[in-house]
């Protein structure tokens, strides 16, 4: 995660990080607001969720 102020290229930098990473075939680049985010959503998006059995209750993924 890079963070700074706003308008400040943090976008810019995390793609070419990306793009140099050697991963772009399997993973594409997404940017993400986290100002937008619960602290839920957020923590599902970066550590991931499964799905437990048919009760559909998340459980966190190590």
């Given amino acids: 995660m ?3 102020e706003p ?3 943090k976008d810019l930098v995390a793609e070419s ?3 140099n990473s050697g ?3 399997a993973w594409p680049f997404s940017r ?3 100002e937008t985010l619960s602290e839920a959503e957020g ?3 970066f550590y991931g969720a499964e799905k437990i059995g048919s ?3 998340n459980s966190w993924v190590d």
């Fill in 23 to 25: 991963r772009t075939a």
């Fill in 32 to 34: 993400v607001d986290c």
């Fill in 43 to 45: 923590q599902i998006g």
């Fill in 7 to 9: 308008r400040t290229g």
């Fill in 55 to 57: 009760t559909g209750r």
């Fill in 2 to 4: 890079i963070a700074d």
């Fill in 17 to 19: 990080i990306h793009k």
